[in-house]
């Protein structure tokens, strides 16, 4: 187990420099740049713009330059907010996108194995096919159609909340509820998909014939092995909610750190571009070795030295 | 079960400070559907105090204002700092830190006497060693401050930003004493007062910038809440990135009577969806735009609510003069002179702009463009056939260009569809996203397109100078000897008269040459509560807060 995690472990520090290198210079091959703007800045103007930041030495030492810096913890200036470090912004924008992706992954994850659990046990009845139709619409329409539609009725018809924004506790609800259903729907399907598989399986009925009850059959013995593949979506589906939807931040109004990736890339701000992707490769990188980690726990088939 | 969620919901929040909070429902009143209900933040702040809520557009890059650029900064800068002079909502020139001023009959020096009262938020006296100072700071090279060259009238200015001068004391700015500064120009510029309205000549409290080692670079912490110091009408009192940022009535400003609203909360949302719900569930005063989709529905049935201002802008085509066929003055002429631009704004751009036949907006600071050219679809028709393509034969591939936005894509699609009908010929669209096609524009890759232009200050000269040969916001590699000779003798001129007369001709150059093709002027169109009194803007879109009040 230890010899896993710890050749898994090297394998990310690898994988992570190769990302951290091809994102560096991808941006930087991109057309425009930090200071293209609109209105045209003088060519003095704009070498001195280059020299405080350090742009008019050669892409490689800017590079290593970098990399040193990154070392020391340090990511770098923003390019387009003077007064803020990237290490400010995803400090200040994390915990935010964090708090309103855990709510959210609690209710997907409640209605998601909920739903899909009744509809697998309850299969081809009208329970079923509602839990179903859920799962479908649920991943059919998207958030900015479902969000809009959430503040239309509960914000400004019923007035019980505000339309957008970020400030007191009643402000989490409609975004939380809105990407916990994008996330409930596939989480329910899934769940209903793996259960039916399992519930169909000689142990379950060797359980049956033992006497234990229908409920204590499927917590005890058929979830265990039926939310398998909602497992391994959970890896990526978790760093993902963590580190925040562009679209609920952008509808919302939220400050979190999802506006940031989507718009450091717009704003050519490479170093926050590049703050941002090594989080949420990194992120991946954890979730994805603590999913297996739980795969092998639930399910004794997989071997971890394998 | 229990142990499947335990484990699950463990794994997704191992990584998590913030534990898994249940969301509080927090609502007070179930029955209410009135929109004006708003719930927690806002009323609880309702407390007698008036209180303006403002869309502000996007998050600012900085508040150090001299090195930020765009629009939802200045509207910042007029709220925590005060110029020389400012402008009253007919766009007089009216005294702001500067009482009165003199200006010498050669038009080359002006001596502004700075009010007694004026005041710091922190308590100093705002002196002409602090202007002195900040426009110095403004034009360090190392500072990189991208609207330097506004400030590049007066003597050595331009010299000093470039490193071709280091003693700042050769140059035109002159702190003679406490009170009185002087400005010694290269030049008359008759438009100088308009343009010290930009925030690039607004001072910065020196001692503060010194503190944090701002005086010659950015990236600095002054411009936190806690550390910012300004002269406006306004003080910082919070910022929270991304969320709002919250300015109380200043104390120490001079003419704190005249100031009615007590605090103003700037949001910076970008999306104009969102800002109109907000404003239905009354979380916004003053709203930043509105969705195109919903102005025609608020014009019928809350006309109180919508407002639609001039904006001192241009947009337009911008043609390729060095590639084909766009390299033909006769089918730059063809395709402006076939467009239908009224039934374009009426159907497509909807917020009442204006059509455009020429290049300056309608009245400007007294200028009347008399070469506005028509719409003649026989002449431009005569003129594509006499350029090789009779009824639109033959005529070569052209690709539009345009960034991608919804409003530009409707507005290409209307153009390509009348210049098919009306000329016969066929152009392709295409779009790229914003900084890629800034790109192709400042290396010249495209042949047609699309282009808009905002002036930095009310005065005819901010829409000549760009096409100067080679100037930077030219991009059409067009250029004319008699136009530049004209643009140099039109600030030498001795009166207003002659200088409009002068851009008269420089006008007729651009009609008969056509490096650009004008479609419309700007308007601003927002949501504004019948509650805002006195929110007049300028055409720069300007809104000096201390005319504007708020009813309970």
């Known amino acids: 187990m230890l010899r896993f995690i710890t050749s898994r472990f090297l394998q990310s520090l690898l994988a992570l420099f190769l990302v951290i290198t091809a994102t560096f210079f991808m941006v930087r091959f991109v057309p425009g740049g930090p200071f293209t703007a609109e209105k045209a800045v003088t060519p003095e103007i704009l070498r001195n713009l280059e020299a405080h930041y350090g742009l008019d030495k050669p892409l490689g030492h800017q590079y290593l330059d970098y990399l040193g810096s990154l070392a020391r913890g340090d990511l770098g200036p923003s390019f387009k907010y003077p007064n803020r470090t990237v290490n400010e912004i995803i400090f200040d924008k994390v915990p935010v996108s964090a708090e309103l992706g855990s709510i959210s992954l609690a209710v997907a994850l409640v209605l998601g194995i909920g739903l899909g659990t009744l509809a697998a046990i309850r299969r081809n009845t009208w329970v079923d096919y509602i839990a179903s139709s859920f799962g479908m619409i649920g991943i059919s329409i998207p958030t900015f159609v479902v969000g809009p539609l959430l503040v239309l009725a509960l914000a400004i018809h019923l007035g019980w909340f505000n339309a957008s924004g970020w400030y007191g506790p009643a402000d989490r609800v409609l975004p939380a509820l809105v990407l916990g259903i994008a996330y409930a729907a596939p989480i329910s399907r899934l769940t209903r998909g793996g259960l039916l598989e399992v519930l169909n399986q000689d142990f379950i009925r060797t359980a049956r014939a033992k006497g234990a009850s229908e409920f204590r059959v499927v917590t005890r013995h058929a979830l265990r092995g039926g939310l398998l593949p909602v497992v391994s979506f959970l890896g990526p589906a978790v760093a993902g909610i963590l580190t925040g939807s562009f679209v609920i931040e952008t509808i919302f109004q939220i400050p979190g750190i999802g506006r940031e990736f989507v718009n450091s890339a717009f704003n050519r701000d490479y170093t926050l571009v590049l703050g941002t992707v090594i989080l949420y490769a990194v992120l991946i990188m954890a979730l994805n070795l603590a999913v297996d980690i739980a795969q092998a726990w639930m399910n004794p088939k997989v071997r971890l030295e394998s | 079960m229990r142990r499947l969620l335990l484990l699950v919901s463990a794994l997704a929040t191992a990584l998590l400070v913030t534990p898994t909070g249940c969301a509080k429902k927090d609502a007070s009143s179930s029955t209410s559907v009135s929109t004006a209900a708003a719930p927690a933040p806002l009323a609880a702040a309702n407390t007698g105090k008036k209180i303006l809520n403002y869309g502000n557009g996007a998050e600012p890059q900085d508040l150090d204002f001299q090195i930020v650029t765009g629009v939802p900064e200045h509207r910042l800068a007029l709220t925590f700092f005060e110029g020389l002079v400012s402008e009253d909502p007919q766009l007089n020139i009216i005294p702001g830190v500067a009482e009165h001023w003199d200006i010498s009959p050669d038009g080359l020096r002006y001596t502004f006497h700075l009010r007694a009262d004026a005041q710091w938020s922190n308590g100093d006296p705002v002196t002409a060693d602090d202007f002195v100072q900040s426009y110095q700071r403004m034009l360090t090279p190392a500072l990189g401050a991208e609207y330097s060259y506004m400030l590049w009238h007066v003597v050595g200015a331009e010299d000093y930003n470039k490193s071709k001068l280091t003693d700042f004391s050769k140059t035109g700015f002159k702190a003679v004493d406490p009170r009185t500064l002087q400005l010694t120009l290269r030049q008359a510029t008759p438009f100088l007062l308009h343009a010290m309205n930009h925030h690039a000549w607004y001072p910065l409290h020196i001692p503060t910038l010194k503190k944090f080692g701002a005086l010659e670079r950015r990236s600095t912490p002054w411009t936190r809440p806690e550390n910012f110091v300004g002269n406006g009408p306004y003080l910082l009192k919070e910022w ?64 109180a609510s919508v407002r639609v201002d001039p904006y001192n802008g241009i947009y337009y085509y911008r043609f390729n003069v060095k590639r084909k066929p766009f390299d033909d003055v006769r089918v730059r002429r063809a395709l402006a002179l076939s467009l239908d631009r009224e039934t374009l704004v009426k159907k497509v751009t909807l917020a009442g702009e204006l059509p455009a036949y020429d290049f300056t907006p309608p009245d400007l600071a007294g200028y009347v463009s008399q070469h506005a050219f028509k719409s003649d679809l026989p002449e431009a028709k005569r003129l594509l056939a006499a350029a090789g393509y009779p009824d639109g034969k033959d005529f070569p591939s052209v690709e539009l260009l345009y960034n991608t936005l919804e409003k530009h894509r409707t507005i290409a699609e209307a153009l390509q569809q009348m210049w098919r009908k009306n000329l016969g010929i066929e152009i392709t669209l295409y779009n790229q996203e914003w900084k890629v096609y800034i790109d192709a524009q400042h290396t010249k890759n495209f042949q047609l397109q699309r282009a808009g232009w905002i002036a930095d200050y009310i005065d005819p000269h901010s829409f000549f100078d760009m096409w100067e040969t080679g100037n930077g916001n030219n991009d059409t590699h067009w250029g004319s000897p008699a136009y530049d000779g004209l643009l140099r003798s039109a600030l030498a001129a001795k009166t207003n008269t002659a200088r409009y007369s002068i851009y008269q001709q420089m006008e007729k150059i651009l009609v008969d040459e056509m490096p650009v093709m004008p479609i419309y002027f700007y308007t601003r169109a927002r949501l504004v509560s019948p509650k805002v009194k006195g929110f007049i803007t300028t055409p720069l879109d300007n809104c000096h807060w201390k005319f504007a009040d708020l009813a309970p």
């Open chain 2, 240 to 303: 929270r990135a991304n969320q709002k940022i919250v300015a109380l009535r200043s104390p120490t400003y001079w003419d704190r009577s005249a100031v009615k609203i007590d605090e103003i909360h700037f949001f910076p949302v970008e999306l104009a969806d969102t800002e109109e719900r907000m404003f239905r569930t009354g979380q916004l005063h003053i709203t930043y735009e509105v969705p195109l989709t919903k102005l025609a529905v608020y014009q019928r049935e809350q006309p």
